[in-house]
Structures are given as structure tokens and as C-alpha cells.
């Protein structure tokens, strides 16, 4: 065809091709609706007016849906590369602009294939195809807009420069970088730079093993910037920064580059200088954990390690690349989605979610997990290699690129927008992502039936006044059962106290620590510790009429269909760092807490009165008028001092007892962590009509009457925040007015705050979010699915790691009969399931 045809041809969709603008994301990677991309059979068709990406089975729907025509057709041909050709050279790129952020999980310089990217326009119906480029023959607008799609960044690539996230490129230097054969060999521990003495952000030179100090270009927490002056010196491009070295990898910058790097060859790289990643794991202080104490054990256990175990593939065996510190994601996926209800609920209702969903499915909640449950499923993304492949891989060392599994980065950056934790690079805690989860799936239903469902019990708290004898009892939903860990019930306290013993004498004599023993709980004993009464603080007594001392137990009011259980592992050292408690807990496969089911008021116990505290009407000094405040209690300073000890500004730290009710430095130190990136950290404490005074229960003290009425003063508080009353109501409600639970509820929520919002719109969003919510708040009650207490185990997640902000998740899950370990893109069967070492377990109940 003539230019001046294909010009001609444009011309009835040129007012429907756009030039993509600053802001505008272009999916180029991955389809909307799958895991299709320009490395599928099909390739991936990006749309010239949404810069959506659909798959080669998806992009018809959106053409019928939408009446777009003309898309750019993207696809990455991998070839056998020509007998003779020199090994080890760079593959030959057709298009060297094309795919700069596409993921693989192959090497791009494998020596035995190479790849060639192709782009083309495609116009709809008739599938009329335009090689690009084509600068001659396509009109000006449209080559401008071929050519800022072919080249924009990764959508993912945060544009506020205060965001969390910054998305890591793959150093250039990364496949070419040579090493010295100099017999340098980097210790585990003790590193101090070669130039000044320091032994904080210390940065290894990935060529020479030279290990300098940093400045402030990445990570830097001070240093006098020996590193970046022995690369202006010699040229070495790569450096890893020591203490940052985990199995997940490390933490890479390129001076060449000017920016942080992937570096894929890392471990490669790093066992060069007698590195070995396995061995390797993060603290938050930039320790290792083998400094504190050995912890390989853990790592290979729970990866079970060293076994030769068979690979799975097909439905329901599909793997997930982990984005960085993202396995907690990963696993708690894994596991909701070996669910039937949640499986029925998205992959069953998979056509119709995706026809009724809005024109970017990649802001549509259903839409985007019914697109995970399809590619963890469906087994398109989890097929096993040809007899042709496995001959290729006894004949040669390299592997031929597969692209097995999925990358849940569309679903990821969905889910965690708005979340200051969660749509981070950091670690997270994987119970609390299986909650924001659920409080999501809770917002966004379909039909009648919630997948959430299966994991809804009511909890009966029965609290007593331990003066008058006298009760009340309440009802509130959950999710997960918090089981804690009975350490003194260890069955093995003499091997523990004679290792500890040796672990001192070895540190004082500095001799490599002792093998770790583990200190060894019957579950009996956490199950023991569950049902005991535990203390309420600040309790106030409406039999009395004043302060008493109160004690609260907790039963099954109903029992779930799927039991998830958390062994409360994570706790605070005395130096108030977060840590984990090294347990090994026998959990059984049979499970039966029948026992447990709440039996309501007995016989004989008398109700505590409906009475709320009393109110005390001070009068304003400087002008006279009376205002209404509750009586303020004391923050802690005892508390307060601890966080300030640990070098948190004392205003902050006022505020982070405050605002969780003086329940102790750990749940204050908690707050920091989730507040510590806000403008007014550091301000003092204000709360509006109070002159700063804490308002009592902010962490649950205060009592909360039947019909769950948010006190105007938690109320106020929120509001001051600059949030509408209204949200604020509906906060309080969902964590039974729990005001840091509250906070965390509004941050998790981001919902649009519109003075016009209808009635309609705040109904939706108060019928469905029940976390911690009183069954009376809602005339008809939650939804609870109630039966035996009799359960079986499905599936359990494991950490690895010192705390909830490092480490690595895995999961095992039984299926077919036999148990599968889930380890990021690794799916294999398990031969040995370390169930004693989990730390989220999932049970099933047994049918009657």
C-alpha cells in the first residue's frame, strides 16, 4: 500500500489517537484482564486512545465495549541464535526503544537464543496491520504517539516524587561486569570501610570487593562517600550495600547510573567474594540475623532446602514473581484462592465480572482478582516443559526461557494504593495484608454471597468486675483466631537454658555461636492460654460506678467454615526492637476447639448495669463558659520514654501512647511505624475543646454501649484530622470505635469524599465493612456461616526472619491428597511440610 493510502486509511480514527500526556499510564507489559504479554503467543494490544494493554483473547471485548479501533500490537520473538555466532555476545535488539521495563523471568543474554522485539498498529475489525516504524508513510500525530508508547516508563513507576514506591530498573552493567580474581573474601560480620574506620552504610564494590563507605545517594544514613570516589577513581560501576543481603537479593546501586539497580547475576556476583545469599538474612538495623544468632536452619527448613523436589504444573500450581519483598502478597494469595468459595466467587463468575467491569479494569477491584484467580488456576501460566526442552537442558548449561508464572503488579499497586505500608517495597506483615484483603472483598461484593464469609465467626466477650461479681457480655466479629505462644510451657527449658549458657561463652569468647535450639510448645498449651482471662486496664466498673480491676474471656460465639489461625510469634526485645520468638509448636493436622464455643450469661450471673462512665463538666478559666469532657486519663510516660529512648521525637511519641489508649509501648511503637512519613509527626499533641488532654479509651478502654454509638469526642478527633464526619462515623463503627483501628480503617479505605456523595453511596459503604464490627450495629445481623468446631488443616504460611519488616514468606497448601510448597514463581511438592514452624494456619471444617 502507497503512503498516501495508509495515510488515508488513518484518517477516520485519527481524532481517536492520542499522544500520551504526563500522567498517563501505558500498559505495554500486561493485559487488563490476564497475564497475556508481549512474550505471549498472542502478543499484547495496547489501545491508541486508553493505553490499556489486552491479550490477544481480551482485546475483541474491548474493542466491541469501547468502538476504539486502532491499538499497537506488541510481541518479543525469541530465535535460536545462528550456528557460529560468538557465545556470551549480546542478542541483536530489532527495536532497542521497544519493552525497556518488560519483565522476563529468562536472561535477555542467554548464549543460545536471542530476541527480536516487533511492533505493528492493528486496526479493528479487519485486523489491517502496519508495521512500525513507519515514519514515511504514517501521518506526523500518529508516529509522535507510536513513539511515546513505545518508549514510556513502566506504569507502576510512581510520579509523586514523595511516593513510597520507586520502581528498580536492570543495571546495564549487570550482564557484563567483570571481577577480580584478586582472592578477596568478604567475612560475615565486622565490616568497617578500608579508608575511614566506619562500620554503618558500607557498600561492597561488586568488581574488586573493596568495601567503602556511602554518602547519601541511597539509603545512606552518613559517611564521608569513600565509595563514590573509588568509583570516580577506577570505574567500578556496581556496589551492594553490606547488611541488606537476603535470599529475596540485595540492595544495588550503580555509580555509572546514578541509581538504585537490579542486578540479576546478584548472587552470582556476591558468591564470588565467598558470599552466600542462602545464608544471608536482613535486620532493620542493617545486621545480619547470623550475627544474632543462627538462623539458616529456619531458612532451610521451611524451604526445605537441599531436597530435590519435583516440580508441579497445571491448574491450581502456578507461581508468582515476587516484585520485591512482595512474597507476603504472594502467599496470602496463594492460599485464599485454594478456596472453593472464593474460587466460585471470581473465577466461576470470571465472564460476567469481566463484562460488566468499568473502562479501566485496572482500577476495578473485582475485575482485578478475578484475573489473578484465572492465571493461579487456569494452568495457562503453568505448563511444563516439552521432551524437546529437557533434552535441550541435559545437552546444554543453559536452560531455554520459560515464562511460567504470573506477576501480580497490576493487582498489587490496586489493592495497596492509598496504604503508606502496603504500597511500599518494604516487608509486610502478612496477617494484616490478609485483613486489608478482606475488608477490600467486604467493599466490593458480588451477589449475595461474600467469599469472606468462610472466615466470619462471632467472638462472645464476657468482662467482669472483679469487686461486685457482676458481667456483661458482648458480641463482635472476626477473622482470625490470635493464638499466643505459652513459652513457659517448653518442653525442652533444660536444652534452652543450656544454650543459652554456650551462646554467651561463645559471644564472650567470640567462637561461632552454638547450633540453635528451638524451644519446643505443645499447642495444648496455646490453647490453654487463648481461653485463660486476661486483665482489662483502666476498667470501669458500672456496678461501682468507678475504676475497678476487670478480667475479659473470650469464646467462640460461632464457628467459621475456614478457621485461619496467627501464632502471635512477633514481639519486642528489651531494647524494643521487633522480633520473633523462635518457636517450634506441634500444630495438629485434626483440630477440635469445640470446647471453646461461648455458652452466653449462666445461671446465676448478674448483668452489669448499662451505665456509661460519668461525665465531668469543668469550668473554663479564661472565659467562664462551661464545655462537657470526659474525665482525661494520664499518658503513660513510662511508655512514652521507652518509643523516646529509641530515638523518636518525645511529641510523637506522646502521641503514639495517646492515640492507642496507653496500652503499652509495643502497640504505641506500632502507631509510629504507620504514621511516621505524615507532615505533623513531630507536632505536639492537640485535640480540639480539650487543650491537648487525651481523650479515654482511644485503644478500646472506654466502654462501648450495645448499640455501638461512636463518642462525639472520638468523633471530633477524626474530624479535626480534616476528614468528614460522616467517614469518621463510619470508621469507628467498623473497629468498634477503636480510634487508631479507626485510622488505619480511613487510610485502608481510600474512598472518594465528595460533599455530593448519596445516600445510597454511605449506605454501601456502612453494609459492608465488618471488621471488628458488634453484631448489633446491624438489625439483621452479619452473615455468619455456623457449625463444628471440628476442623482438618488445609494450608499454612511460614516466615523466615527476624521480624515482620524482613525475612521471606512461604506457603504449603495440601491438594490432591498431598502438600505443595508455594515459594514465590518455585511450585513443588513438599516432602517434608515444616508445620511446626508456621505462622498463619488455614483449617477447614470437617462436615458433620
Known amino acids: 500500500m502507497a503512503a498516501g493510502d495508509v495515510g488515508e486509511l488513518l484518517v477516520p480514527y485519527m481524532p481517536t489517537i492520542r499522544v500520551p500526556k504526563a500522567g498517563d499510564r501505558v500498559y505495554k507489559t500486561e493485559c487488563s484482564f490476564s497475564y497475556d504479554s508481549p512474550d505471549s503467543e498472542g502478543g499484547l494490544y495496547v489501545c491508541m486512545n486508553t493505553f490499556l494493554g489486552f491479550g490477544r483473547e481480551h482485546v475483541e471485548r474491548h474493542y466491541r465495549k469501547t468502538g ?11 530465535k535460536e541464535k545462528i550456528t557460529g555466532a560468538s557465545g556470551g555476545a549480546l542478542p541483536k535488539r530489532r527495536n532497542t526503544k521497544l519493552f525497556l521495563d518488560l519483565e522476563s523471568n529468562g536472561d535477555l543474554n542467554n548464549d543460545d537464543y536471542e530476541f527480536e522485539d516487533e511492533a505493528k498498529l492493528v486496526i479493528f475489525p479487519d485486523h489491517f496491520e502496519i508495521p512500525l516504524p513507519n515514519i514515511e508513510e504514517l501521518p ?3 508516529t509522535i504517539a507510536c513513539d511515546a508508547v513505545l518508549s ?5 513507576r510512581k510520579q509523586d516524587p514523595d511516593s513510597w514506591e520507586e520502581e528498580l530498573q536492570v543495571s546495564k552493567h549487570a550482564n557484563t561486569l567483570v571481577q577480580m580474581d584478586n582472592g578477596v573474601r568478604i567475612p560475615p560480620s565486622g565490616w568497617k570501610c578500608s579508608k575511614c574506620d566506619l562500620r554503618e552504610n558500607l557498600w561492597l564494590n561488586l568488581t574488586d570487593g573493596s568495601v567503602l563507605c556511602g554518602k547519601w545517594f541511597f539509603y545512606g544514613s552518613g559517611g564521608n562517600g569513600h565509595a563514590l570516589e ?8 556496581l556496589a551492594v550495600k553490606l547488611g541488606t543481603i537476603t535470599p529475596d537479593g540485595a540492595d544495588v546501586y550503580s555509580f555509572d547510573e546514578e541509581e538504585a539497580v537490579l542486578d540479576p547475576h546478584i548472587a552470582k556476583h556476591l558468591a564470588h567474594f565467598g558470599i552466600d545469599m542462602l545464608q544471608m538474612h536482613v535486620t532493620e538495623n542493617g545486621s545480619r540475623d547470623n550475627d544474632i544468632k543462627p538462623r539458616v536452619s529456619e531458612w532451610e527448613v521451611i524451604q526445605e532446602s537441599g531436597m530435590k523436589l519435583k516440580p508441579m504444573y497445571g491448574p491450581g500450581y502456578t507461581g508468582m514473581k515476587n516484585l520485591g519483598n512482595s512474597c507476603y502478597v504472594n502467599t496470602v494469595l496463594q492460599a485464599i484462592f485454594s478456596i472453593p468459595e472464593f474460587q466460585r466467587a471470581y473465577v466461576g463468575n470470571l465472564p460476567r465480572i469481566f463484562d460488566y467491569s468499568p473502562l479501566d479494569p485496572t482500577q476495578d477491584f473485582n475485575t482485578q482478582m478475578a484475573k489473578l484467580g484465572h492465571g493461579l488456576l487456569s494452568g495457562q501460566y503453568s505448563k511444563p516443559p516439552t521432551k524437546s526442552d529437557l533434552i535441550e537442558q541435559v545437552m546444554k548449561e543453559e536452560h531455554k526461557p520459560q515464562h511460567n508464572g504470573i506477576s501480580p503488579r497490576m493487582f498489587k499497586a490496586f489493592v495497596s494504593k492509598g496504604h503508606p505500608e502496603f504500597s511500599s517495597s518494604r516487608q509486610q506483615d502478612a496477617q494484616e495484608f490478609l485483613l486489608h484483603l478482606i475488608h477490600l472483598i467486604e467493599r466490593n461484593p458480588i451477589g449475595s454471597e461474600n467469599p469472606t464469609d468462610v472466615f466470619r465467626f462471632l467472638v462472645e466477650e464476657r468482662t467482669q468486675c472483679c469487686q461486685s461479681r457482676k458481667v456483661r457480655y458482648t458480641e463482635r466479629v472476626d477473622y482470625l483466631m490470635q493464638l499466643p505462644v505459652a513459652m513457659e510451657a517448653a518442653v525442652n527449658k533444660d536444652e534452652l537454658i ?13 567462637r561461632p555461636l552454638p547450633e540453635l535450639v528451638r524451644a519446643k510448645i505443645p499447642f495444648s498449651a496455646c490453647l490453654q492460654a487463648f481461653s485463660e482471662p486476661d486483665n482489662v486496664e483502666d476498667f470501669w466498673s458500672s456496678a461501682l460506678q468507678a475504676k475497678s480491676a476487670g478480667v475479659k474471656t473470650s469464646r467462640f460465639a460461632s464457628f467459621p467454615e475456614y478457621l485461619v489461625v496467627q501464632i502471635k510469634k512477633f514481639t519486642f526485645g528489651l531494647d524494643w526492637i521487633p522480633k520473633k520468638l523462635d518457636v517450634s509448636i506441634d500444630m495438629p493436622d485434626l483440630l477440635d476447639i469445640s470446647h471453646l464455643r461461648a455458652t452466653g450469661l449462666q445461671p446465676g450471673e448478674e448483668e452489669l448495669p448499662d451505665i456509661s462512665p460519668p461525665i465531668i463538666i469543668p469550668d473554663d478559666p479564661k472565659d467562664g463558659m462551661t464545655n462537657h469532657f470526659m474525665e482525661p486519663p494520664d499518658i503513660d510516660e513510662s511508655s512514652v520514654m521507652q518509643l523516646a529512648e529509641m530515638g523518636f521525637p518525645l511529641e510523637a511519641c506522646r502521641k503514639a501512647v495517646y492515640y492507642t489508649g496507653n496500652m503499652g509501648a509495643e502497640v504505641a511503637f506500632n502507631w509510629i511505624i504507620a504514621h511516621m512519613e505524615e507532615p505533623d509527626f513531630a507536632e505536639p499533641l492537640a ?5 491537648g488532654a487525651a481523650f479515654p479509651g482511644a485503644g478500646g478502654a472506654a466502654v462501648v454501649g450495645l448499640d455501638n454509638q461512636p463518642p462525639e469526642e472520638m468523633v471530633a478527633i477524626i474530624t479535626s484530622m480534616g476528614f468528614q464526619r460522616n467517614i469518621a462515623f463510619h470508621a ?21 469524599e465528595e460533599e455530593n456523595e448519596t445516600a445510597s453511596e454511605t449506605m454501601d459503604l456502612e453494609n459492608h465493612v465488618n471488621a471488628n464490627i458488634l453484631a448489633e450495629s446491624d438489625p439483621e445481623g452479619p452473615r455468619i456461616k455456623d457449625g463444628s468446631g471440628r476442623y482438618e488443616l488445609l494450608g499454612f504460611i511460614s516466615h523466615m526472619g527476624t521480624s515482620t519488616m524482613s525475612g521471606h514468606y512461604v506457603c504449603h497448601l495440601k491438594k490432591e491428597g498431598r502438600w505443595v510448597i508455594y515459594n514465590d514463581l518455585k511450585v513443588c511438592a513438599s516432602e517434608r511440610p515444616p508445620r511446626e514452624l508456621g505462622y498463619i494456619y488455614f483449617y477447614r471444617r470437617i462436615p458433620s
Not at 543450656?498 to 567470640?510: D, I, S, V
Request: aromatic residues 12%; glycine residues 4%; contains cysteine.
Open 68 to 78: 476504539q479501533c486502532v491499538y499497537m500490537h506488541l510481541k518479543r520473538h525469541m
Open 140 to 142: 506526523a500525530l500518529v
Open 152 to 156: 514510556s516508563k513502566s506504569p507502576y
Open 230 to 237: 573509588h568509583y570516580k577513581e577506577m570505574g567500578y560501576p
Open 498 to 510: 543450656a544454650y543459652e549458657l554456650k551462646r554467651r561463652e561463645a559471644e564472650t569468647a567470640r
Open 687 to 691: 485535640i480540639p475543646g480539650y487543650g
Open 732 to 752: 469507628l463503627r467498623a473497629t468498634n470505635n477503636n480510634l487508631e483501628h479507626a485510622l488505619d480503617w480511613i487510610f485502608s479505605h481510600p474512598e472518594p
